[in-house]
């Protein structure tokens, strides 16, 4: 059987309004069950990412830990885990 590789998505919430597309990455990861990896960080509570991507002042979806999205939206999000799909 074929390994298949995971997506890593990674999503800094910064203010309230974040919580909401935090919640479209959970939901969007959820229909690809365990090809898709998620962490979340709050700002100003979780530090483990700055060391990675530097201080992030707005919600930033992170996949593959390399291509950043600074202004999520559902949309948004859809597109570029069906992109990591792909190229995983």
Same mark, same amino acid.
């Given at each position: 059987m074929a390994r298949v590789?995971?997506?890593?998505?990674e999503f800094v919430n910064t203010c309230p309004?974040?919580?909401g597309h /935090?919640?479209?990455?959970?939901d969007v990861a959820a229909q690809y069950g365990d090809a898709v990896e998620?962490?979340?960080?709050?700002a100003g509570k979780d530090f483990d990412y700055v060391r990675r991507y530097g201080v992030?002042?707005?919600?930033?979806l992170i996949v593959n /830990?390399?291509?950043?999205? /600074? /202004?999520p939206s559902r949309g948004v999000i859809e597109r570029a885990v069906a992109e990591a799909m792909a190229e995983a």
């Open positions: 590789a995971k997506v890593l998505l309004h974040c919580a /935090e919640r479209d990455v959970r998620t962490r979340f960080y709050v992030i002042t707005r919600g930033t /830990e390399t291509v950043r999205y /600074e /202004e």
